[in-house]
């Protein structure tokens, strides 16, 4: 019974690198989302999907990039880091057919620092 | 898009005393409102929703009033304990997408 599982917990990176956020749900959640939280503040929503091969915008798309082959995982890509893409990650999915009405799950985060 | 504002930023209130914390919304067609709550280095975690066709509702120590024509809604904690410590964020939903407040820090004293 994993939920939606996050991996890494941590990372540091440099300035200019690239790396992907991994999140995946064992729920069959067809909707999923990417949220991000700078310290002392609230979530700010990534990006966002509703099904299989279907991905949208959210509040702050950029510099960063998502895909969505399988209904299970809905990864998350980070092409040149920048010190203000410093914070922490969470993803999240809700029910099939249920929207907007359903709760969403959370996964544990992943505490991003670029140096 | 819809804007969550949530207040108080802070809140500190002695053990056994009721807390309350209140949000308002600016899109008329969100219909879900979710609360979390969020301890240090954990996760946000649903502890009550409230949908747009109900006016309040009471899960044990915690209840959600929702107010449609003003677009606000309302956190209450009665008997609070010191495990209330953490912070609260109230949300909207809209479509597909939650948009979240700031958050409420409360912090329970003994």
């Known amino acids: 019974n994993a939920g939606v599982t996050q991996t890494p917990k941590f990372r540091i990176l440099k300035i200019g690198q690239s790396m992907t956020l991994q999140c995946a749900q064992d729920m069959n959640h067809n909707y999923m989302y990417w949220y991000r939280q700078d310290p002392g503040m609230g979530l700010k929503l990534i990006y966002y999907?509703?099904?299989?091969?279907?991905?949208d915008k959210g509040e702050v798309p950029n510099g960063y990039n998502v895909s969505r082959s399988t209904t299970e995982d809905f990864p998350l890509r980070l092409e040149l880091a920048a010190p203000s893409q410093t914070s922490v990650y969470f993803c999240?999915?809700?029910?099939?057919?249920?929207?907007?009405?359903?709760?969403?799950?959370f996964g544990d985060g992943t505490r991003l620092s670029i140096l | 898009g819809e804007n969550v504002e949530q207040h108080p930023s802070t809140l500190s209130v002695q053990e056994g005393d009721s807390a309350v914390i209140k949000c308002t919304y600016s899109?008329?067609?969100?219909?879900?409102f979710p609360w979390y709550k969020q301890e240090l280095g954990k996760r946000p975690q649903l502890i009550i929703d409230i949908r747009s066709n109900v006016g309040e509702k009471k899960d044990q120590r915690i209840a959600v009033t929702l107010n449609k024509t003003a677009k606000h809604f309302s956190l209450h904690i009665t008997e609070t304990q010191p495990e209330d410590s953490a912070v609260y964020f109230c949300?909207?939903?809209?479509?597909?997408?939650?948009?979240f407040g700031t958050g409420t820090r409360l912090q329970v004293t003994l």
């Open positions: 949300a909207a939903s809209t479509a597909s997408k939650l948009t």
């Open positions: 999907s509703v099904g299989a091969g279907i991905t």
């Open positions: 899109d008329s067609a969100s219909n879900y």
């Open positions: 999240a999915s809700n029910p099939r057919g249920g929207g907007s009405n359903q709760p969403q799950h």
